[in-house]
């Protein structure tokens, strides 16, 4: 499924803003990289199991804070997408309206005393955002959506401290000399993976 955010410009409004400017401007600004729109995606895929991180504080009683890791468990759609969805044959559903939560478990963190905690469902509610989609900050675009995107990659820092099952590293290019940054950062990557007796490495 996919959910298509909603965007209101409430500030800097002119004639390029109105009727099928907007929508086009709309869709323009769907394209835009969440690090631009308050941590929220234009288009933002919903698959059961998907590995998901959080862009920014969404709760702090339950250790939902930005950057933590979490795994998409599903979703309270609002009825009109249940009907409609219940009755779609294709592979993918654009939702037509936002789904009222969305349920994630958030994934064991590096370093955690309880090893064996088992981390509880949260429900993460559709939440709205300010942005401004150009650098002086002229317009403002009100955002509808969900603080949380994909997670399939990120820098070294990133997963410094974590453990991985598996992972693929960019260790760059083999004509390039490496300088002692690229080579703290490779040991670094290779470092992250809990290697079995089965686990090879590919270089």
Known sequence: MWYQAADSPYQGVDDSLR????????????KYSDDKTAGMMGLLPL?????MKCTDTIDRDQELFKHTRCVLEGFELDPIDAELLSKCKESEHVLQRPPKALYVRREKQAFEKDANRQHEVQRVEIAHRSWSPDAAGNVKVRRTGFQLVPNFAGTIHSFVGATLQEGILDCLHFTRTPTRDDMLKAYLGISRTSFTGDSEIYG
Do not use: I
């Open 19 to 30: 009727g099928d400017a907007l929508q086009h401007r709309r869709q323009a600004w769907l």
């Open 47 to 51: 698959v059961r199991g998907m590995p």
